[in-house]
């Protein structure tokens, strides 16, 4: 976080698929916000309170708010 930008760095830093949930309660961002991979890999919806992502083995998203 720096002033009003946030950004969620999310690494999978093992050989296999994973599938993580996130809590954004931390970064204000509330349900039904969109949110962009800002590697351009899509863009998310926070729902309950965090984020549901899939990630490939040795791989990363860099999440940012979609405002």
């Excluded at 093992?14 to 962009?36: F, H, P, Y």
């Excluded at 800002?38 to 860099?62: I, M």
């Amino acid at each position: 976080v720096l002033g009003e930008d946030k950004v969620l760095a999310v690494l999978n830093a093992s050989d296999r698929i994973l599938q993580v949930n996130i809590s954004t309660a931390s970064l204000e961002w509330e349900d039904g916000k969109l949110v962009d991979d800002l590697l351009g890999h899509g863009r998310y919806r926070v729902t309950e309170g965090g984020l549901t992502l899939t990630l490939p083995a040795w791989t990363g998203r860099w999440i940012g708010a979609a405002d």
